[in-house]
């Protein structure tokens, strides 16, 4: 079972929908979860960042956290074509170590 | 305030030959990371360095070294090239290394070819 793991699309939305990005983590002593925005021949860059249970928004996304069920999930609300992208889900296990799923691939169609 | 920056931006190499990447922090940040990314494998962890010190290691073998200078600024190297190291490697900085809130931030990656 990999640390971290994500459905690697493509998930395709029309412009204007709602785009719902999963992810689960093996690891129970995991704290802080991250979702970073990966354009292609580009950098990853963050997204959000959630330490909590249950919701936190920042404009048109909202990351989810459910540690007991070891789940975290990204919201996109009124989805645009420079959305996008491969997102990433990132979680720290300890120190500074990021453990990445495979990313799963947004196409939004206008 | 400048992100983190690397060099160089892309790299062509053979195979045997050894390599020497370079990444500038943001500012303030005393912890750097470099990831190796590949189609295959995903965005990897290879280490990490606080106050020149390597505090974490990724599952890479010692072919694979780094370092972290006082002001910071981080080098990592490859030894006898293969074609599988061929890759975007990635650096990300950070404040601290205890906080488990701190977020990291990316620089923009050097492109490596192996031939």
């Known amino acids: 079972q990999k640390e971290v793991e994500q459905n690697s699309g493509p998930l395709s939305v029309p412009e204007g929908a709602i785009a719902s990005l999963n992810c689960t983590y093996s690891d129970r002593v995991s704290q802080s979860f991250f979702w970073y925005r990966q354009y292609s021949g580009k950098s990853p860059e963050l997204i959000m960042s959630?330490?909590?249970?249950g919701d936190k928004e920042d404009g048109r996304f909202t990351a989810q956290l459910n540690k007991a069920s070891q789940y975290v999930s990204l919201l996109i609300r009124d989805s645009q074509p420079s959305d996008s992208a491969t997102y990433l889900c990132a979680v720290k296990v300890y120190g500074n170590k990021l453990v990445f799923g495979a990313g799963t691939i947004l196409r939004v169609k206008s | 305030k400048a992100g983190v920056t690397q060099t160089p931006r892309y790299l062509i190499k053979t195979r045997g030959q050894q390599v020497t990447l370079s990444c500038s922090p943001i500012s303030g940040h005393r912890s750097v990371s470099w990831y190796q990314q590949t189609p295959g494998q995903g965005l990897q962890f290879l280490f990490e360095y606080f106050s020149e010190t390597q505090r974490n290691k990724g599952n890479f073998p010692g072919r694979f070294s780094g370092r972290q200078f006082s002001n910071s600024r981080s080098e990592m190297n490859v030894s006898t090239l293969e074609l599988g190291d061929s890759a975007l490697y990635l650096c990300?900085?950070?404040?601290?290394?205890?906080?488990?809130?701190?977020?990291?931030?990316f620089g923009p990656g050097t492109r490596l070819l192996v031939l």
């Open positions: 959630i330490y909590s249970n």
């Open positions: 990300a900085s950070s404040l601290a290394i205890d906080n488990t809130q701190e977020t990291q931030y």
